[in-house]
C-alpha cells in the first residue's frame, strides 16, 4: 500500500464516519472516532453487502457511499448496545 492510497483510505472514512454521524443524529466522535468508524463501516459493508447483492459500484464516490451505509449499520448497532 502506498502512501497515496493510505491517505485516500483515511479521507473515505472520516468522510464515511462523518456522514453517518450526520445520518444517526447523536453521534459524535470526532476526527479519529470518525475515521475508525468509517473504515470499520467501510469493512462490515464489505462482508454484508455483497452477501444481499448489493453493488454500490467504482470510484471515491462509490467507496465513500458504501462505507457510509456500513458506517450507519455501526452506528445503529452501538446504539442498540447502548441501550441493553
Known sequence: MTLESLII???IGAVAGWLAGILVKGFGFGLIGNIVIGIVGAFLAGVILPQLGVSIGA???GAIIHATIGAVILLLIIR???RA
Open 9 to 11: 483510505f483515511i479521507l
Open 59 to 61: 470510484g471515491i464516490v
Open 80 to 82: 442498540l448496545v447502548k
